[in-house]
């Protein structure tokens, strides 16, 4: 049996030419800077030159691929080469120093990584920057992520007053540049990011993680719920946005002697004790994502999406 011919894609080959033909070029100007300073531009000839002879050898190789289809295991040790040469040993992309030498110590966050009294959120858009919270163990309502749920995005993101997020989200820590925030809390630290001066800002009366509610509001969509919760007045705290009506008769007036203490809380589980001497909604300001179950007493109950992308759960006195 005979082995199908490789065809080049033509623009393939003329972007491999013009790469060869740039090679080339910039080995015979390093080579003239080499002529005048042998020393100082030693490395960008070699570099150019590399270069150069990477890209003829690969112009060589697709070439004869288009007579021989074998000439593809040639390719592979071309790459191979490639990588565990030239691009291994490059400073920009290997660096053997240790993680916690390569990222700078923050003494921002002392206060958030002593504070044993999880889980909580912070707002790290100032101070944390980047993906850094997760390098830090520290659950940040920002990031760099490209992949956001939509509906929790369009709570921290746009729209909405920031301290609609913080409550929504049990957020305790912020940093901002602000000396006070919108809501009552206190500076513990100040100190400078690479923006320039940012305070850590420590919430007064953070919203718990688990929070019980006797007063539900319903919202159609998720669209909805942010509507009214940009409203102002809205007390987010006292009252549930929920996607449905709760089967379970809700009280009125003051209810005495509830509470909520989260006994577990690890990546799949969350467990939560409560205490309550009348019907409640259980808002967790934790994301409404697919494949979450519930039980209550051991017996399984439905979720109930929330405030347009967290999770309730109505439970029984």
């Known amino acids: 049996a005979t082995l199908p011919a490789f065809s080049t894609d033509k623009r393939l080959g003329r972007i491999v030419i013009i790469l060869l033909a740039l ?13 005048n300073d042998r020393t100082t531009h030693l490395a960008t000839l070699q570099a150019f030159t590399l270069s150069a002879l990477w890209a003829a050898a690969l112009w060589l190789i697709l070439t004869l691929m288009a007579r021989d289809l074998r000439w593809r295991y040639a ?50 858009f100032r101070g944390l920057h980047d993906n850094y919270g997760s390098y830090y163990q520290i659950a940040d309502i920002q990031g760099i992520s490209p992949l956001f749920l939509g509906g929790v995005q369009q709570i921290i993101e746009y729209g909405l007053p920031d301290e609609r997020a913080w409550e929504l989200f049990a957020v305790r820590y912020v940093f ?16 400078t990011d690479r923006y320039g001066t940012v305070n850590l800002h420590r919430l007064s009366a953070p919203r718990p993680y688990a929070h019980l509610v006797y007063a539900y509001t319903l919202a159609d969509s998720d669209e909805d719920a942010r509507q009214i919760l940009a409203d102002p007045t809205f007390d987010a705290r006292q009252t549930a946005i929920l996607s449905r009506a709760p089967q379970l008769t809700l009280p009125t007036g003051d209810v005495q002697g509830e509470g909520t203490t989260i006994t577990a809380y690890a990546p799949e589980q969350l467990t939560v004790m409560v205490n309550t001497p009348q019907n409640a909604i259980l808002s967790l300001a934790h994301v409404d994502y697919p494949g979450w179950q519930a039980r209550i007493n051991g017996q399984a109950a439905q979720t109930i999406r929330a405030y347009g992308g967290l999770i309730a759960l109505e439970v029984p006195a």
Do not use: K
Not at 23 to 35: D, E, I, K, N, V
Not at 91 to 113: C, F, G, K, V, W
Not at 176 to 191: C, K, T
């Open 176 to 191: 901002s540049d602000w000396e006070a925030l919108n809501v009552p809390g206190e500076v513990l630290l100040r100190g």
């Open 23 to 35: 090679c080339a070029a910039g080995t015979l100007g390093a080579f003239t800077l080499w002529l």
């Open 75 to 124: 390719l592979l040790a071309l790459i191979v080469f490639d990588l565990f040469t030239v691009s291994m040993n490059a400073p920009t992309n290997y660096d053997s120093r240790p993680a916690d030498e390569q990222i700078p110590p923050n003494p921002l966050i002392a206060p958030i990584l002593a504070d044993a009294n999880h889980p909580f959120r912070v707002d790290g």
